[in-house]
């Protein structure tokens, strides 16, 4: 009977030790409650103690967490509408605050996070311009958004934000169809130009090639008259040197040169009268 | 004789002073066992099966902290760390090779892989990662610093650098990263250009996009190491890519052009230059033969002229007579009388035709023969064809 005894006192202290022992994981932080309030915060890791029945014990996970909310549509200054999806990063630093504002739900947490991060987005863009927001201010309005949201969330939540940061900026439907109708004129000006400076450099080029072809055949020209004018002249001087000698026998003399060479074929026809020089024998009645 | 035999077969039991130890606790175990049941017990019989009951009991009982005590040893592969927690709180890590922890649930262990190259898609899906692949716009389209809008898919290879930070630190370490590096990349992107995002600074947007994620992962402390960022494609977005596409062709069409015209240019110049040389060189030839020809005629005129400055009449006459021969000889004849009044049809058109298609000689001339010293008076003659 004893060793019943024993045993059973053994089971019981094993009951009581494990119900008096916890664990804190390296990822965790803890918060040691008696009877609902708040005795100590176990921000190590490790075994711990605590009094059965009495004490219980709340875990949090103190890595860094991310609030990744659901893109939100907001307004620039010039009242364009602008998809934007951001996200938070942010980590439990003041356990018992963060315990009493939102009852250890992170949910909970997630959810003020996102409302307080959209109201500090919204009045950031609302004094930007597209531009500003798309590319030179990002960083900024992301700065502001995290100085803003880290303040808050500090002393109301007990939580640090670590980071806030702008994913995606998207111009809405009706937007972004207009963007693309600009692009594609952009484009298409862009296509006319270079269409239109090649053909005007073919067109240079071209006419370029005209004029040197006209001024190479015109200058071709000009030398090859001067060189027959040359010739000519020669030939004229020439001429006139042995012809002048005796004009009329030279007139007779070429007149028959042109008879020849004008009647000289089958085809020709004389009509020829009989009482002509040549005929002068041929008809002795007269 | 149950527990023997486990004794011999049990492949741990390789420690000398275990068996003898052992079997001291159990025998005296079996004493005070015996000295405690023996008086009380049911039957002789029942009493020797309870014996040993209870010494096999006993030995589970040991047996079974020592496998517990075995449960404790642990393999890192070469790639991995071994991350040690005792009651949830980091002990150390551990390298490759086998290692020995206190048995859960007082230690556990977590192995990672330290080596390995992770990768992670902005914009687009592997189909080999997952069940459904191809592009994702909602990730890759994004705005350029000139409000134009580009669709970019990144390829970001990573592995776990510090282990220890990357199981504690932060939640979901790949989802910061993807988070991270598609800030990171609209950041970029949205900082320049398009043309600049679409041509030349590929490189350097992949390059910034590395460092200034590897810059917000350390913030974080995530543990994780990018170790490139490849620009899978940067492209416009489908809705005008027809004409971004018309520019390159239009840029092509440019240059066509532009050759085309040097072509022209290359052929009618050279050309030209070849006529030139004809031009001149056909004048240069006229040249040549109207001196020579002149030269020639001039001659034979100085030759005959003193011949007749000798004999003017005769040479006259004889030059006279032999040139009307020559010519009338060669040629058709119509003899006309003057003195004759009556009137004479001449068919010269049919004398034509019928010459020509006899002789089908290129050129008909026709001559009225009608010189000034002979008598011209209007005459009505008969014709006579002569053939």
């Known amino acids: 009977m004893m060793n019943r005894i024993i045993l059973v006192v053994a089971v019981l202290i094993a009951i009581l030790l494990s119900s008096s022992l916890y664990t804190v994981k390296e990822t965790q932080v803890a918060l040691k409650l008696r009877l609902g309030e708040i005795v100590s915060i176990e921000n190590e890791p490790g075994l711990k103690f605590k009094t059965p029945f009495v004490n219980n014990v709340v875990r949090f996970d103190k890595r860094i967490q991310t609030l990744d909310s659901a893109a939100e549509s907001f307004l620039t200054v010039e009242k364009k509408n602008v998809v934007v999806d951001s996200f938070v990063k942010w980590r439990i630093v003041d356990t018992q605050k963060f315990y009493i504002s939102t009852g250890g739900v992170m949910a909970q947490a997630n959810l003020r996070l996102a409302q307080n991060n959209q109201d500090a987005l919204r009045s950031e863009f609302s004094k930007r311009t597209i531009i500003e927001v798309i590319s030179d201010e990002r960083e900024a309005i992301m700065a502001s958004v995290k100085g803003k949201l880290k303040e808050i969330a500090e002393d109301e939540y007990g939580i640090e934000v670590v980071d806030v940061r702008i994913k995606r900026i998207e111009l809405s439907q009706e937007v972004r169809n207009s963007v693309y109708s600009r692009m594609e004129t952009e484009r298409k000006g862009l296509a006319n130009r270079y269409r239109a400076n090649g053909a005007e450099e073919a067109e240079k080029l071209q006419a370029f090639a005209d004029k040197e072809r006209t001024i190479i055949l015109a200058n071709a020209y000009r030398d090859s008259e001067k060189i027959r004018g040359e010739g000519d002249a020669i030939s004229a001087s020439n001429y006139a040197e042995a012809y002048s000698q005796d004009v009329d026998f030279y007139s007779f003399y070429r007149s028959l040169e042109s008879y020849k060479k004008s009647f000289n074929e089958q085809g020709d026809i004389l009509v020829l009268n009989p009482d002509s020089e040549f005929f002068r024998h041929f008809n002795p009645t007269d | ?387």
């Open chain 2, 1 to 387: 004789m149950a527990w023997n035999d486990e004794n011999n077969k049990n492949p741990w039991g390789g420690n000398n002073q275990t068996p003898p130890e052992l079997e001291e606790v159990i025998k005296d175990f079996k004493n005070k066992f015996n000295s405690r049941f023996g008086g009380g017990s049911s039957g002789s019989g029942k009493g020797g099966v309870s014996k040993a009951a209870k010494g096999s009991l006993k030995y589970f009982v040991i047996l079974a902290v020592l496998l517990w005590l075995l449960s404790g040893i642990y393999i890192v592969d070469p790639a991995e760390k071994g991350v040690v927690l005792r009651f949830g709180a980091y002990q150390n890590t551990t390298d490759q090779g086998p290692h020995w922890r206190i048995p859960y649930p007082i230690d556990s262990v977590y192995k990672v892989n330290v080596e390995q190259i992770r990768a992670t898609e902005i914009g687009f899906r592997n189909i080999q990662n997952s069940s459904y692949g191809g592009a994702v716009s909602s990730e890759s389209l994004m705005l350029t610093k000139d409000e134009n809008m580009v669709d970019v898919k990144l390829a970001v290879q990573y592995k776990i650098a510090d282990a220890q930070a990357y199981l504690f630190n932060v939640f979901n370490p790949e989802l910061t990263l993807s988070h991270v590096v598609q800030s990171v990349i609209r950041q970029v992107v949205g900082d320049n250009t398009m043309d600049h995002v679409l041509t030349t600074g590929r490189e350097q947007v992949a390059q910034e996009v590395k460092s200034a994620s590897q810059g917000l992962l350390n913030e974080y402390n995530t543990g994780l190491i990018i170790t490139a960022v490849t620009m899978q494609d940067a492209q416009p977005p489908i809705q005008v890519k027809a004409s971004f596409d018309d520019v390159v062709k239009a840029r092509e069409d440019e240059q066509r052009y532009i050759n085309e015209a040097k072509a022209y240019a290359n052929d009618i110049v050279p050309k030209a230059r070849g006529a030139s040389q004809r031009l001149i060189a056909e004048a240069e030839a006229y040249k040549s033969q109207v001196v020579s020809k002149s030269e020639g005629e001039a001659y034979r005129f100085n030759q005959i002229l003193a011949e007749y400055l000798k004999a003017p009449v005769v040479t006259k006459e004889r030059l006279y007579r032999e040139t009307l021969e020559e010519v009338l000889g060669s040629t058709s004849k119509v003899i006309v009388d003057s003195n004759s009044n009556s009137l004479m049809y001449l068919p010269i058109d049919q004398l034509i035709n019928s010459s020509r298609s006899s002789s089908s000689s290129s050129g008909s001339k026709t001559f009225q023969d009608n010189p000034t010293s002979q008598s011209n008076d209007g005459s009505v003659l008969r014709s006579r064809e002569n053939r």
